[in-house]
């Protein structure tokens, strides 16, 4: 596959990095998935142009991206509304567009959610590293050089030119996400849920909780009701595994919800955000409200059953 210049980043915003759906099998190695935070956006962005649907696109935070087109090619603009504009116009978001050679891309403010994702047909031409082509940030390896985006990167795409019949497809109306300030949560219980007082699962069930500035793509920390340990347990425990969506709570007592750079921890975990749910933790930005909703693991697989089929329309060859 030709690696052809597809772009030159004018201005990157406060945080814009290459990110496909993660790096996986290194969690004994101390090695985090990383990857998109909302996996469901990139997967549709990247079957919108024609890619794989674990292809690496960009993924940006907020506001501020802007980058100039150096070839025809197709893109896909899917997740947070930061008031996308093509050549000073407004850009519809969840279909597919042809760009053109000096057409500049801007991503002008936020209006909803936190974080948009951006495929190109063809993928972003990076090398992979153990398997993925994601960024790192914390250990500096994968995407473009192991960092954040800055004004000047040139970023390159396979053979765009093969991927120009894809424009014109889009995700049905019905099916794109709303991001609202106030969230509703599905959770499991558990896996230590056992060791927290009865009253404070109670709270932790019914309260609203806060999203804070203390929070990044490790994980994202919530103010609210504490969740108080039952007497006798002690604060920490050994180390162990935990997955995207565990809902650690350390000895200030207020929760925090793990997001894809992060393998171990050592505090109990109260719930366990359903898979379903876990792309929306990608949209959550200081100042929203979460609430949190125990389901069953039936009502849990079905939930993802349902994402899967929406995902699974755009499989099929556009007609």
Not at 99 to 117: I, T
Not at 206 to 224: A, C, H, L, N
Request: with cysteine; charged share 25%.
């Amino acid at each position: 596959m030709a690696r052809v210049a597809a772009f030159d980043i004018l201005s990157p915003g406060p945080l814009t990095t290459i990110q496909d759906s993660g790096r996986y099998g290194f969690g004994r190695y101390g090695v985090p998935p990383s990857g998109a935070l909302d996996t469901f956006s990139l997967r549709i962005a990247n079957l919108l142009v024609g890619n794989p649907e674990h292809e690496a696109g960009l993924e940006i935070t907020i506001m501020g991206l802007k980058m100039v087109c150096l070839t025809d090619l197709s893109i896909a603009v899917t997740g947070a509304d930061l008031r996308v504009q093509l050549n000073g116009k407004s850009l519809p978001m969840w279909r597919s567009h042809r760009m053109k050679k000096d057409d500049v891309l801007h991503f002008k403010a936020l209006q909803s959610g936190c974080r948009a994702y951006l495929a190109v047909g063809g993928g972003i031409h990076v090398d992979q590293v153990l398997g993925s082509k994601s960024t790192n940030l914390i250990s500096g390896f994968g995407g473009y050089e192991g960092r954040p985006l800055k004004a000047g990167d040139r970023l390159y795409a396979g053979s765009p030119e093969n991927f120009l019949d894809c424009s014109q497809r889009e995700l049905p109306l019905n099916a794109i996400p709303r991001y609202p300030k106030d969230w509703s949560l599905r959770v499991l219980l558990g896996p230590q849920d056992d060791d927290f007082t009865e009253e404070s699962k109670r709270l932790f069930m019914e309260s609203p909780y806060s999203v804070t500035p203390k929070s990044d793509r490790t994980g994202i920390r919530v103010s609210g009701p504490l969740i108080h340990r039952r007497s006798g347990v002690k604060e920490s425990i050994i180390s162990e595994g935990v997955v995207p969506g565990s809902i650690q709570v350390p000895g200030d007592g207020q929760p925090i919800l793990i997001l894809g750079e992060t393998v171990t921890g050592g505090y109990r975990k109260i719930a366990t955000v359903i898979s379903a749910d876990l792309p929306l933790l990608g949209q959550m930005k200081p100042g929203d409200r979460i609430r949190f909703r125990s389901v069953s693991l039936e009502e849990a697989l079905l939930a993802l059953k349902r994402v899967e089929e929406i995902i699974a329309t755009l499989r099929e060859p556009a007609p």
